[in-house]
């Protein structure tokens, strides 16, 4: 291919980020061809950043905003979508990386490659990490994106996962979601699957979102097995979004960052059929080429039940094996609760009619419950009895037990919590 025809839309969203201008000069300085790369900024500024540094480079096409007129993640990312003018890949990241030499040319080869396997491939990962402040900031082992668990309100949680065998790979990695600070695809993909501005932040919203709208539009995504990009992961050198957006005092947008949030966090889980909050979707919805349940059996996903199949907790590569529901292991959990007495009787309760108890796991998510009652377990609302047998069928291992004791008089008490 010549190189007129690999012409690349980067795609940035910078927040008060003083780590853009080194991301982008370690990208043209280490491409075989720069000459390639046109830029789409959403740049959130703030007074110590030099926001003029691109101003007379006719590849960048920049929006700036000051960071107080910022709306978050998605809106950032919805803006840099209507920069595109016509190039035939995107590529969208951070605006805090770094790249190795010749970078570009890997990854259109890594494009090709997965071009005999798919006929709409996305390459993607979490890029390995890098400290920007360290004086050995690299790390050589790629990685690829895995999924561990569901957080306390149903959301589906990924990580980094090194690929340890990567120097006896030769070919990329078919994988499960798209991550946000790394994908490259054909641009036809910013219409037929723009970025929803109500997603607000990173990683169990935005990628999770991402992921099953392009599979659901016929999208297949690959991990590169070789190292060309790492990400700073912490950005603990600046300030974040939601530092800046947290309260009404903070902000000067009619949301806060926590609003936003919880509406994001609301729109995921009735995307991934979890709950309905009678959101209207619109073009920010799911695709017709596949359905949410093909993308369940082929990522090894449950996300009504919030479970994960072991297939996929060890990263092996979808799609994953059928029958979909044997696929997920069930194990039994005999365990004998037992909870500090004293807790309780210090509060001085005069009236107490029941305790409740939970047993959930380390992400939250409850997997047995019991209320001791006056009527039915006296001993146990008396505080005579500390200990209660259970045995639990899970996929996931119970961590923990919280407790509450409710009394006529003076209501709930504090929330008491063991580790099991």
């Known amino acids: ?32 061809h720069p000459e390639m790369f046109t830029f789409g900024i959403c740049w959130q500024y703030d007074e110590e950043e030099d926001t003029s540094h691109f101003d007379n480079e006719k590849n960048f096409r920049i929006k700036k905003y000051h960071y107080t007129e910022s709306e978050g993640l998605g809106w950032a990312r919805n803006i840099t979508n209507k920069l595109y003018d016509g190039e035939k890949f995107t590529l969208q990241m951070d605006s805090h990386h770094r790249f190795a030499k ?4 890997m990854l259109l080869e890594d494009y090709r490659q997965a071009s005999f396997l798919s006929k709409k491939p996305i390459i993607s990962t979490y890029c390995t990490p890098f400290n920007p402040y360290s004086d050995s900031p690299y790390n050589e082992i790629p990685c690829i994106m895995s999924q561990y668990e569901f957080s306390n309100d149903k959301l589906l949680m990924s990580m980094p996962y090194y690929i340890h065998d990567h120097k006896t790979r030769s070919k990329v990695i078919q994988n499960r979601t798209i991550s946000g600070h790394f994908y490259f695809v ?5 219409e037929e699957v723009p970025y929803d501005p109500d997603i607000y932040f990173g990683g169990y919203t ?24 790492w990400h700073e992961y912490t950005r603990n050198y600046r300030k974040k979004h939601w530092d800046d957006h947290g309260t009404k005092e903070t902000t000067k947008q009619e949301k806060t960052s926590g609003e936003r949030d919880i509406f994001s966090r ?7 059929g979890q709950e309905d909050h009678g959101i209207d979707m619109g073009i920010y919805g799911l695709g017709t080429v596949r359905t949410l349940h093909d993308y369940e059996v082929f990522g090894g996903f449950d ?10 907790l060890k990263v092996k590569e979808p799609p994953n094996p059928e029958p979909w529901e044997d ?9 004998v609760c ?12 005069k009236k107490p009619k029941f305790l409740t108890m939970g047993v959930l796991t380390r992400s939250g998510m409850e997997l047995f419950r019991k209320d001791f009652t006056i009527e039915n377990e006296l001993e146990y609302v008396s505080l005579q009895n500390n200990k209660y047998p259970v045995t639990i069928t899970s996929i996931d291992r119970p961590n923990k037990i919280v407790m509450y004791l409710f009394d006529e008089d003076k209501q709930w008490s504090e929330r008491y919590e063991k580790i099991l």
């Open 1 to 32: 291919m010549s190189m007129s025809k690999n012409s690349i839309f980067v795609q940035i969203a910078s927040y008060r980020d003083i780590q853009l201008i080194p991301t982008i000069e370690s990208l043209l300085n280490n491409a075989k």
């Open 102 to 105: 010749d970078w570009d040319m």
């Open 186 to 190: 054909n641009a036809k993909f910013i």
């Open 206 to 229: 935005e990628e999770t979102t991402l992921s099953v709208r392009a599979y659901t539009h016929g999208y297949d995504t690959f991990c590169p097995y070789r190292q060309y990009i």
């Open 266 to 272: 609301n729109k995921t889980r009735q995307l991934f």
């Open 303 to 312: 996300f009504k039940n919030c479970r994960i199949q072991d297939y996929t």
């Open 327 to 335: 696929q997920f292991i069930v194990n039994q959990f005999k365990i």
């Open 338 to 349: 037992e909870w500090d007495v004293d807790f309780f009787k210090k509060l001085e309760f």
